[in-house]
């Protein structure tokens, strides 16, 4: 069997590949042979001016690659794998990124000099030093706060570790930093412990407790225990401890579906949620009368476990596919399906639609805590709103909702109710008449006015007694009502006021004004603790794991910055 030459038939167009006998033409010139002879084609080939004349190209393209000699110096080399290392960390790319074969291939035609790093070596002095690179970057940036507020939270992760995380927030700047966590290992999650571990992250990260204005964390029972076992230290009885306003309001929605009016209705729209979404072939059934009937697909969505503000998209997303809805459930439900039944009768949309409009302003107001922007300055405008939102629902379950709002803000407690007051007025936009639906009443102002003398003596009353009544003294303009980040405002106290306390005042009101009304910041290191110490990289050790989250998260942060800097700039 004649063995065929590919090589030489590359540089001829070939009719018929399988037949020797047909005609070929050159690819490089219009010359036909009458048939495919190897021999006759290499004698062309060696005749072939064309075909010379790529030649000579060719060889000297390789005569100029071959001129070139890829070097790198030790110290080039090492830069570029720190970067590609950074780059990896920064992404939350595993360590063996860079290992593939495909990859390998494609920095040798790059820079053919350049070896990506491999596991070993991305694991270990890379990780550490990036990850120093990032612990200088946080602290330089701490270290130029004058008080810090931090946000603590729990989570267990895929090994059934449990962990604790350590946020720093800046309401003003709408940035969070991550600080430290804690591997709670085989202790347990008491209050006493709990304060043991924070304490320890304090000290490692070189934090000194009077600069250390507050601490957020949840509602639930050991944390505010952990409140009060704080305040006992002698070192930080001054540190203001408070809930996650988030975490509140989380809770009343969860006792709002409680609610008898409320309960069966939003079990069974769960119920209908869970039956499309859990089939395929019932999904696409609904789908296709969707198509029909909207002429588009809408989603939707099931709620999670926990999360209790998606209860309202979830009745949302079921009140704008009504129509298609009742279609779908009279073809493929049965009739004596109690579900059915219930969705056909008009009754049940009218008490979706009213579940809906109470929980309307209560999840707007949770999605507004959820930011890292809002001080407890507005935690009494926000709450106040929201109720009065509320009332304006004209619901059969509305002093209920109204019942379980004031029992979540008489649970929070009269200390913390008494800082979120005090914040408020503190906030100069509130002064405006408009505003005045806000105002404190007699017996709130009477609380707050003993409050303000424990905390800050009778002198800091009479300062804040001064501000509120002689609002001139430390407004030079009428401008100044306006100003949207009332630190700004007590920044420029510093400046009008007379006198060392004004000075001591104005600071405190900083510090105040400075405090998150939530954990979030927190709660979201552990999102991208999960991405990072995932189901296919468990074997992660925890060390690992956490300067890993450390890197993906305070790396998007500083990129948030900078480009709310580049858009402050191009503003200008």
């Known amino acids: 069997m004649r063995v065929r030459d590919y090589a030489t038939e590359a540089h001829f167009i070939l009719e018929d590949e399988n ?51 890829d070097k790198l110096s030790r110290k080039e080399l090492l830069h570029l794998r720190y970067l590609l ?68 939270d729990s989570w267990g992760d895929k ?19 991550f600080i430290n966590a804690f591997l709670c290992e085989d202790q347990n999650e008491t209050a006493v412990n709990i304060k043991k571990w924070i304490i320890q992250m304090w000290k490692e990260n070189n934090i000194p407790p009077p600069k250390i204005a507050s601490l957020t964390t949840d509602t639930c029972a050991v944390m505010q225990l952990l409140w009060k076992e704080l305040n006992k230290d002698k070192e930080y009885t001054h540190v203001f ?23 069966t209705v939003s079990e069974q729209a769960h119920s209908f ?18 198509a029909t009937m909207l002429g588009k697909i809408l989603a939707i969505i099931t709620p999670a476990l926990t999360r209790w503000g998606t209860h309202y998209g979830m009745i949302e997303s079921l009140i704008r596919s009504r129509q298609v809805i009742i279609q779908y459930v009279q ?36 999605k507004r805590f959820d930011s890292d922007d809002i001080t407890i300055a507005q935690v009494r405008e926000l709450w106040k709103r929201m109720t009065i939102k509320v009332q304006q629902t004209y619901a059969d379950g ?120 939530t954990s979030t910041a927190s709660e979201r290191n552990w999102s991208a603790f999960g991405r990072i110490y995932s189901q296919l990289r468990n074997r992660l050790t925890p060390l690992k794991a956490f300067k890993l989250t450390y890197i993906y998260t305070n790396s998007r942060t500083f990129d948030e910055e900078a480009k709310a800097k580049r858009k402050e700039a191009a503003r200008k």
């Open 398 to 517: 509305e002093q209920k909702v109204l019942d379980i709002l004031a029992e979540r803000w008489k649970y929070i407690g009269e200390n913390t109710q008494n800082l979120y007051n005090f914040a408020f007025a503190l906030n100069p936009m509130y002064l405006h008449h408009k505003h005045a639906r806000f105002d404190l009443d007699s017996q709130e102002q009477e609380n707050l006015e003993k409050w303000i003398e424990s905390e800050i003596g009778k002198e800091g009353k009479e300062e804040f007694d001064r501000y509120t009544s002689q609002t001139h003294h430390y407004l030079p303009r009428k401008s100044s009502y306006n100003e949207p980040d009332p630190t700004v405002f007590w920044g420029k106290v510093q400046v009008w006021g007379k006198g060392e306390f004004t000075e001591k005042f104005a600071m405190f009101a900083k510090c105040v004004l400075s405090i998150p009304s």
């Open 241 to 263: 401890t408070g809930p996650c306003l988030a975490h509140v309001l989380n809770l009343v929605i969860q006792d709002v579906l409680e609610i008898t009016q409320y309960k």
């Open 159 to 177: 090994n059934k570790n449990r962990w604790i995380n350590l946020c720093v927030v800046d309401p003003s700047d709408k940035t969070s930093y």
């Open 19 to 69: 037949d020797m006998k047909t005609p070929v033409q050159c690819r490089h010139c219009p010359k036909k042979l009458k048939r495919r002879n190897i021999s006759k084609m290499k004698e062309h080939l060696d005749e072939c001016d064309e075909y010379k004349k790529k030649l000579t190209e060719i060889d000297n393209a390789v005569e100029t690659i071959s001129r070139f000699v």
């Open 85 to 152: 290392a950074k780059a990896a960390f920064e992404d939350g790319r595993p360590f063996t990124l860079y290992e593939s074969k495909a990859m390998r291939n494609t920095f040798k035609i790059i820079r053919p000099a350049l070896t990506p790093p491999n596991r070993q070596q991305m694991a270990g002095p890379l990780l550490n030093k990036v990850f120093e690179y990032y612990t200088k970057m946080v602290a330089e940036i701490i270290a130029k706060y004058d008080h810090l507020s931090f946000t603590i």
């Open 273 to 290: 949620c869970k039956h499309l979404n859990a089939s395929p072939l019932q999904l696409a059934k609904f789908r296709e009368i969707q």
């Open 331 to 366: 073809e493929h439900l049965q009739k004596s399906d109690a579900l059915r039944l219930s969705i056909l009768d008009p009754s049940w949309w009218n008490k979706l639609e009213e579940l809906r409009n109470v929980l309307r302003p209560i999840t707007w107001t949770l």
